[in-house]
């Protein structure tokens, strides 16, 4: 891949290479955009880029903990595809790459979790992605920990972060979303100190492995969309922890 780093309007294109290590922290502005040659019917075939945001909160005191699992799995995705975080923009640390032919922007927020609309809205908004390709990765306590779920839209549930990418997306909720389990607050432990602490060692098994299939479920969706593939891996997440 053609990195544009630090040049205003400038344009990355697929296929993509991993060889750029400089690291920039500054806003910039960048066009995402694939396209496949004129296949010789003087048609050109070009991709709607895929706007991937993961939900959490920046610096090393939540590094970990259960609010923070939208972070973590940009950060399998970006491993997993060989994508650079190394740009700052839209209050946002992003990278830019490809899923085969179909390009990604993978962003992580960095104005806490409450804020992240402040991102994702001015993000969308740059790049002229649809709500349908705006897939949000966020921790939800209505399903058991480690368990994954696709869904092509909903509402916010009362997680605030969710709330403040809506309120940014004017209100909006037509928008994809893969939620991670965390599970419930224990007996009547406080909320925010549930949301705000580490995994035990076989919570963390359990989300490390879940990490592992959201970045397949990723690539199931951006590839071929709500199909009966997304049907069946949201059924296999239901029951993956029944014994028979």
Known sequence: MLYAISTPRTCISCPRSSRFHRRNLVSVRLCVRASLPDNGNGVKVEYTPWL???LGNPGTKYHGTRHN????MIDRIAQAEG???NTIQSKALIGIGCIGEVPILLAKPQAYMNFSGESVGP???HYKIPLRHILLIYDEMNLPNGILRVQPKGGHGHHNGVKSVMDHLDGCRDFPRLCIGIGN???TMDMKAFLLQRFSPTEREQIDASLEQGVE????LILGGFTDKITRFNLGQKYKYHKV
């Not at 699992?69 to 973590?72: A, D, L, N, S």
């Open 217 to 220: 479920a990723m690539r199931t």
């Open 83 to 85: 994508v650079l975080m």
């Open 69 to 72: 699992v939208g972070f973590e």
């Open 123 to 125: 993000l969308a908004a």
């Open 52 to 54: 991937i945001v993961g």
């Open 185 to 187: 607050p224990p007996g």
